[in-house]
C-alpha cells in the first residue's frame, strides 16, 4: 500500500490510476477505522478498480467544546488494516497540508448544514463539506463510499455535488451493527461499560417506530413521541434530537407517503451519539 501525506503526491498518484483507465473510488476517513468502515472500503473494491483512503481527522467540523484533541487516531492499526483489506492507496495528510493558509475558504451547503446535527453543532456541516469538497479536488474519484448512519451529511454531500456539479458519484453503504444492535462508530470507545449498555437503546427507540408504522397509520408526531417515550426509559441518557424528516432536504414530514428518515442522536455522558433507520411505506 502506498502512504502518501502531501496533496501533491495523491494528486499525481490518482492521477496515474486514471491515465491507466481504472475507476477510482474514494472512502474518506478519520481514522479509527472499525468494521463499518471496511464495509465501505469492500463496496469501493467491488465497484471500482482502484480505492484511495483517506484519513484525516479535521479540525473545522469539530465545535470549540467538542473532542477533537482526544478523538482515537491509531493511525498504525489503522493502516495494518487498510493493508489486509487490500488497499492500494492510503492519503493521511496533516492539518497544516489540508488548510496552508488557516480556515479562511468554506463550503457552505444553505438550508441543510442548520438541521440535524448541524442544529446541535453549529459550523459541523461547513467542516464537512469543505473538506470533502477538497479531497474531491485533489483524489478526483468517480465514486466516494459514505456510510448510511451519517444520514444528515450524506444529505449535504449530495446537494453539493449536484450544486458543484463535481463528476462524482455519492455511493450509501448500510450502517454496521453490533450484534446487541449499536451502530458501530469511533466514539463507541468513549463510552463506560454502563453508558456502553445504555447505549442499545437508540437502536430500540427506532424499532419500536418502526413496529408502530408498519402496525397502523400514526402521524409522525405520535411516532416520534414513541420513540422518544423509549429514549426516556433508559436513565442517563439525554435526547438530544428524535425527528422524521424527508431523506433529501431533511425537512419534518407529518404524514409518511414516501420515504422518510427516521433520526435520533443523544448524549452518554459526553459521548454523542446518532443513529438511523428509514421508514419505506408499503405500496398498494
Excluded at 11 to 40: D, F, I, N, W, Y
Excluded at 248 to 268: G, K, S
Aim: glycine fraction near 6%; hydrophobic fraction near 40%.
Amino acid at each position: 500500500m502506498k502512504i502518501f501525506h502531501t496533496i501533491s503526491e495523491a494528486r499525481a498518484a490518482c492521477r496515474e490510476s486514471r491515465v491507466q483507465g481504472k475507476c477510482l473510488g474514494l472512502v474518506p476517513t478519520m481514522g479509527a477505522l472499525h468494521e463499518g468502515h471496511l464495509s465501505l472500503i469492500r463496496a469501493a473494491k467491488a465497484q471500482c478498480g482502484s480505492v484511495v483512503v483517506s484519513i484525516f481527522v479535521n479540525p473545522t467540523q469539530f465545535g470549540p467544546n467538542e473532542d477533537l484533541s482526544k478523538y482515537p487516531r491509531p493511525f498504525e492499526h489503522d493502516r495494518q488494516l487498510l493493508e489486509s483489506e487490500g488497499v492500494e492507496m492510503l492519503f493521511a495528510p496533516s492539518a497544516e497540508e489540508m488548510y496552508p493558509g488557516g480556515e479562511t475558504t468554506w463550503v457552505v451547503v444553505d438550508g441543510l448544514s442548520e438541521k440535524l446535527d448541524g442544529r446541535s453543532r453549529p459550523g459541523h456541516f461547513r467542516g464537512v463539506a469543505t473538506v470533502v469538497a477538497k479531497l474531491f479536488n485533489i483524489i478526483a474519484p468517480q465514486c466516494a463510499f459514505f456510510g448510511q448512519k451519517d444520514a444528515a451529511q450524506l444529505a449535504v454531500i449530495r446537494h453539493m455535488v449536484k450544486d458543484l456539479s463535481f463528476p462524482t458519484q455519492i455511493v450509501a453503504c448500510p450502517i454496521i451493527r453490533e450484534t446487541d444492535g449499536l451502530a458501530m462508530s469511533s466514539r463507541n470507545v468513549y463510552l463506560t461499560p454502563e453508558d456502553r449498555r445504555r447505549a442499545v437503546v437508540l437502536r430500540r427507540s427506532l424499532q419500536r417506530v418502526q413496529q408502530d408504522f408498519h402496525a397502523r397509520q400514526a402521524t409522525s408526531a405520535q411516532l416520534v413521541s414513541a420513540g422518544k417515550s423509549v429514549i426516556a426509559s433508559e436513565p442517563g441518557v439525554v435526547l438530544d434530537y428524535f425527528e422524521i424528516v424527508d431523506p433529501d432536504t431533511l425537512d419534518p414530514v407529518d404524514r409518511i407517503t414516501q420515504n422518510a428518515l427516521v433520526a435520533v442522536a443523544a448524549y452518554l455522558g459526553t459521548t454523542r451519539l446518532i443513529d438511523n433507520v428509514l421508514l419505506v411505506p408499503e405500496t398498494k
